[in-house]
């Protein structure tokens, strides 16, 4: 019980803390202003991308883009919530990962599903290194993904 109580506040803290940002940008940020937050190296704008990840998808017709951008992600963050409340043998820092992937999905379906898009504002630049403009829902699901991949790579047995 406990397990399923901490996997639903993780989640429901990545997908508040994903919407009330984009909330705050889409009120106080104009469409495509370039705010610089720390001089030239983290930049706050509003883009609307009507795709996946760096717009992948914005061009689909409109019933391929509903099944692989709205359609297909629900089923399976609904699976992945499923089997993650339902094994018993996983341990906290899987549950934790699977838990900020399934809070930043869920994030990001909830822009396409409510607004047709999902609003990125944050890009970083180091040097030659730039990365695309993202979202606090971006950040859930990569801390996520890059905590299953330390534990898969350290030999963590992960089994859903």
């Not at 406990?2 to 997908?15: D, E, P, S």
């Not at 391929?64 to 297909?72: A, N, S």
């Not at 906290?92 to 990001?108: D, H, L, Q, S």
Request: net charge positive; proline share 4%; with cysteine.
């Amino acid at each position: 019980m406990y397990k399923n109580i901490g996997i639903l506040v993780l989640v429901l803290l990545n997908i508040g803390c994903d919407q009330l940002s984009k909330d705050i940008v889409r009120k106080n940020v104009a469409p495509m202003d370039y705010i610089q937050v720390f001089r030239e190296n983290l930049i706050l704008t509003n883009v609307e991308n009507t795709g996946a990840m760096l717009g992948f998808g914005q061009s689909l017709p409109p019933i391929p883009k509903l099944v692989f951008l709205q359609i297909l992600p629900v089923l399976v963050l609904f699976i992945l919530l499923f089997r993650v409340r339902q094994k018993s043998n996983l341990n906290k820092w899987p549950t934790i990962a699977f838990a900020f992937v399934i809070g930043g999905g869920i994030g990001n379906l909830i822009d396409r599903i409510l607004h047709g898009s999902v609003t990125d504002f944050f890009q970083i630049k180091i040097g030659f290194l730039r990365t695309g403009i993202f979202n606090m829902a971006d950040v859930s699901v990569t801390i996520g993904v890059l905590l299953i991949l330390f534990l898969t790579l350290s030999n963590k047995k992960i089994t859903l």
